[in-house]
Nanobody, 122 residues
Framework: QVQLVESGGGLVQPGGSLRLSCSAS????????MGWFRQPPGKEREFVAF????????WYGDVAKGRFTIARDTTKNTGYLQMNRLQPEDTAVYYC???????????????WGQGTQVTVSS
């Protein structure tokens, strides 16, 4: 079992930036995938990005392309989501998740953090 703890959310103005962190503990991440998802108010959870822990290969959902960057630091067992040029439609609870396969679907991830709120508003 993997325990995940997100941090870094908050209130930011349109056009601003935030960096989310996801600290992992528990089983080794060597052959795992860390994903980021978000859930806007009243909507379904949607895919943001994932990264393979071993070979550092990222993949982005449409909501993230060109604005967000996913990364990981294996020495700290921590993943990151750098979000730039944020807009009000990016307002959501952001979750990190861990799984064993590269996937854009929440059902394929078996460990989840508690989520961190990101609010983009002037």
């Amino acid at each position: 079992q993997v325990q995940l703890v997100e941090s870094g959310g908050g209130l930011v103005q349109p056009g601003g930036s935030l960096r989310l962190s996801c600290s992992a503990s528990g089983r080794t991440f060597r052959r795992s995938v860390m994903g980021w998802f978000r859930q806007p108010p009243g909507k379904e959870r949607e895919f943001v990005a994932f990264i393979t822990w071993n070979d550092d290969s990222p993949w982005y959902g449409d909501v993230a392309k060109g604005r967000f960057t996913i990364a990981r630091d294996t020495t700290k067992n921590t993943g990151y989501l750098q979000m730039n040029r944020l807009q009000p439609e990016d307002t959501a609870v952001y979750y990190c998740a861990a799984g064993s396969t590269t996937s854009q679907y929440p059902r394929d991830y078996d460990s989840w953090g508690q989520g961190t709120q990101v609010t983009v508003s002037s």
